[in-house]
Nanobody, 117 residues
Framework: VQLAESGGGLVQAGGSLRLSCVLS????????MRWYRQVPGKQRDLLADINFVGAVNYADSVKGRFTISRDNAKNTVSLQMDNLQPEDTAVYYC????????????WGQGTAVTVSS
């Protein structure tokens, strides 16, 4: 299983970005998909997750601004990020966890998001 993120970049405060993550391989529906972010020198923080039927959870820091979604036909999970603020600057990572075998846990390479004030 490989994950490939895209969509990061530079945006002004108040702007929007949409991140995408494509999972290579089949059986995408068996994976719980998550987005994390990490600032250098700090821990990696969970932002949102979505299961195979589309149930979602969000961290308080992004609730109401970020929206996670998945397209099981395209093996893709997305993160729509609105009203971005400088504190959202980080490297964003996609994660896939096999819901039947939780130890099977995969990460993408990350995509950088920079929000200027």
């Amino acid at each position: 299983v490989q994950l490939a993120e895209s969509g990061g970049g530079l945006v002004q405060a108040g702007g929007s970005l949409r991140l995408s993550c494509v999972l290579s391989g089949n059986l995408f529906s068996i994976y719980i998909m998550r987005w994390y972010r990490q600032v250098p020198g700090k821990q990696r923080d969970l932002l949102a997750d979505i299961n195979f039927v589309g149930a979602v959870n969000y961290a308080d820091s992004v609730k109401g601004r970020f929206t996670i979604s998945r397209d099981n036909a395209k093996n893709t999970v997305s993160l729509q990020m609105d009203n971005l603020q400088p504190e959202d600057t980080a490297v964003y990572y996609c994660n896939a966890q096999n819901r039947y075998t939780p130890s099977r846990d995969y990460w993408g390479q990350g995509t950088a998001v920079t929000v200027s004030s």
